[in-house]
């Protein structure tokens, strides 16, 4: 298969996965933005309060991700069953997940307070934490789903599905924060009510659609049952990638602590950074989830050269993104910044300034984040999830998180200096990982089936 063919199956797998993830993000930023209409006490509270959410969830998130290398490659293979067995019992696994939840996230006021919140802004994440822990298994289910369609490379119908999320997070958002259409004004209550009604609805549309295109899976029959040897696979393949998921997340949370150290403006200048570059890392994703099935095909039929034609493709499709997007952050980094500042603020022309310097800094930081977060993805396709599980562990804490303290700190090169001290742990991270599966693909005839790595 030419590279060719290899980039036209990868867009056409890949786009739709781009888009959805991009709707995604963009209902998180509807949550954002209509609670800052209603006011700053709750926009503080659901900005906290959903952090906790999102980093837990992530975690969890991984036994859905696990999914799609196991199920591509039992296609390949022609075993319908294991498919049908490792989806059941990904379910499972998320369903105990989130039971499991339940209880400390009725403690969220007293954790927020714990992290020296104030008292109203616990009061509201509290609650919001309270409500919205009924979502996390709907959340984790839809990620389950959405990981069993991609693997049957079936994605076009997940962007569909996030659209109309998004339009009826938008209006349910309406009514129940604001009291519009005639329901109860509620505020962040109504914020996450409307979570939780969005997360149930996109997991019941992703399991009608796949009962309806694939009813001679029988995906959902006897699904009571349990399966222990499914559901360890998916375990020892879902943890680890859960556990790195969460080990990125914590890096930008880490930084983002740091650079509260130096300043509020820094701070905000900081935030409108990762905000930007989180935005545009939907087309990573979505490219590196194709580049996971296309992996997992190529592993279930043990074809080496096609698997490393496809990494190759996967580096160099979302690259070349990366320079689209480093010309226009270099050529307007102001008009992004600008997007996102009062004109009427006092500290507009200080965070502006900032923000530019660390938007150009960024432009850099899309190489190496795309680097990693391709060779983490094409390892996944051959599951292998544990070893590079401890290689990101260590290039995010053992080295993005020190260099960016001495950078910032000790060389005092302040917001600079940690921008620049991420960009060397995920530079390290990009070329470990990058490495590992080179090295695994060669051996690929020797890797067993789910060996987690």
């Known amino acids: 298969m030419s590279y060719r063919t290899h980039t036209g199956r990868l867009l056409k797998l890949g786009l739709p996965l781009v888009g959805a993830n991009v709707a995604g993000f963009s209902i998180h930023m509807t949550d954002t933005i209509m609670l800052g209409w209603y006011s700053v006490?709750?926009?503080?509270?659901?900005?906290?309060?959903?952090?906790?959410?999102?980093?837990?969830?992530?975690?969890?998130?991984?036994?859905?991700?696990?999914?799609?290398?196991?199920?591509?490659?039992?296609?390949?293979?022609?075993?319908?069953?294991r498919a049908r067995r490792v989806t059941r019992m990904a379910l499972w696994l998320s369903a105990i997940y989130a039971a499991l939840l339940i209880v400390p996230f009725m403690y969220g006021e007293d954790v927020l307070l714990a992290m020296g919140q104030e008292p109203a802004v616990a009061e509201q994440g509290g609650l919001y934490l309270r409500i919205t822990v009924l979502g996390m298994f709907p959340a984790m289910g839809a990620q389950v789903m959405r990981?069993?369609?991609?693997?049957?490379?079936?994605?076009?119908?997940?962007?569909?599905?996030?659209?109309?999320?998004?339009?009826?997070?938008?209006?349910?958002?309406?009514?129940?924060?604001?009291?519009?259409?005639?329901?109860?004004?509620?505020?962040?209550?109504?914020?996450?009510?409307?979570?939780?009604?969005?997360?149930?609805?996109?997991?019941?549309?992703?399991?009608?659609?796949?009962?309806?295109?694939?009813?001679?899976?029988?995906?959902?029959?006897?699904?009571w049952k349990s399966d222990h040897e499914a559901m360890v696979q998916v375990f020892r393949l879902g943890m680890p990638i859960g556990l790195t998921s969460f080990a990125e997340g914590a890096l930008f949370v880490g930084s983002s602590v740091m650079m509260g150290w130096i300043g509020e403006i820094e701070l905000a200048a900081h935030g409108i950074a990762l905000q930007l570059t989180a935005f545009m890392f939907m087309f990573h994703i979505g490219m590196t989830e194709a580049a996971t099935i296309r992996a997992s095909r190529h592993f279930g039929a043990r074809d080496e050269p096609e698997l490393r034609r496809g990494a190759v493709t996967a580096y160099g499709v979302s690259l070349s993104f990366g320079v689209i997007v480093v010309v226009l952050f270099l050529a307007i980094p102001a008009f992004f910044v600008g997007l996102f500042i009062d004109p009427s603020d006092p500290a507009r022309d200080a965070v502006l300034a900032l923000g530019v310097v660390l938007v150009m800094l960024s432009a850099l930081f899309q190489f190496v984040d795309a680097a990693q977060i391709v060779a983490l993805s094409v390892l996944r396709g051959v599951q292998d999830t544990r070893v590079p599980m401890w290689l990101a562990i260590v290039s995010y804490w053992v080295i993005g998180i020190p260099a960016s303290y001495v950078m910032a700190f000790v060389l005092d090169w302040g917001p600079v200096g940690l921008w620049l001290g991420l960009t060397v742990g995920l530079g390290v991270a990009g070329a470990l990982l990058s490495q590992r599966f080179w090295w695994q693909s060669v051996h690929i005839r020797k890797i067993a089936p789910a060996a987690g790595g």
């Open 41 to 81: 006490t709750s926009l503080a509270a659901a900005t906290v309060a959903a952090g906790l959410w999102f980093i837990t969830f992530i975690v969890g998130a991984g036994f859905g991700r696990a999914v799609t290398p196991i199920v591509a490659e039992a296609i390949e293979m022609g075993d319908e069953t």
């Open 147 to 223: 990981s069993y369609l991609g693997a049957l490379e079936l994605t076009a119908v997940q962007l569909w599905i996030t659209l109309v999320a998004l339009a009826a997070n938008a209006l349910v958002n309406y009514a129940l924060i604001f009291g519009n259409l005639g329901a109860p004004e509620l505020g962040i209550e109504g914020a996450a009510i409307a979570s939780v009604v969005i997360q149930i609805l996109q997991m019941g549309a992703l399991m009608a659609y796949t009962q309806w295109k694939k009813p001679e899976a029988e995906l959902f029959r006897r699904i």
